[in-house]
Nanobody, 120 residues
Framework: QVQLVESGGGLVQPGGSLRLSCTASGLSLERYAVGWFRQAPGKEREVVACISNSDGGRTFYEDSVVGRFTIAKDNAKGTAYLQMNSLTPGDTAVYYC????????????WGQGTEVTVSP
């Protein structure tokens, strides 16, 4: 069964850190670009970070997370990560990972999400 499973979310105080994991099964992660997205209550889903499956793992970050978040992918373990530092209440959201199949223009396989709450 092809699926993505996120983990690592939780409650953290402002200024704290979390590392989210996205474990893939039923596919070879090395062939896929990976993206992390988030959706805060009452807001639309937005991209947080992406890493390509080529070009040495080129990365993209949404402006508000530059310098605070790091995306990485361990193809041997079939797992992608999102290291989040200096968290603020504005980072509170459900975080989703997704993969883009080779040749596709859109992310076409999504995980179920993991909730991150940043609060004193």
């Amino acid at each position: 069964q092809v699926q993505l499973v996120e983990s690592g979310g939780g409650l953290v105080q402002p200024g704290g850190s979390l590392r989210l994991s996205c474990t893939a099964s039923g596919l070879s992660l090395e062939r896929y670009a990976v993206g992390w997205f988030r959706q805060a209550p009452g807001k639309e889903r937005e991209v947080v970070a992406c890493i390509s499956n080529s070009d040495g793992g080129r990365t993209f970050y949404e402006d508000s997370v530059v310098g605070r978040f790091t995306i990485a992918k361990d193809n041997a373990k079939g797992t992608a990560y999102l290291q989040m530092n200096s968290l603020t209440p504005g980072d509170t959201a459900v975080y989703y990972c997704a993969v883009k199949s080779p040749g596709r223009n859109e992310f076409d396989l999504w995980g179920q999400g993991t909730e991150v709450t940043v609060s004193p």
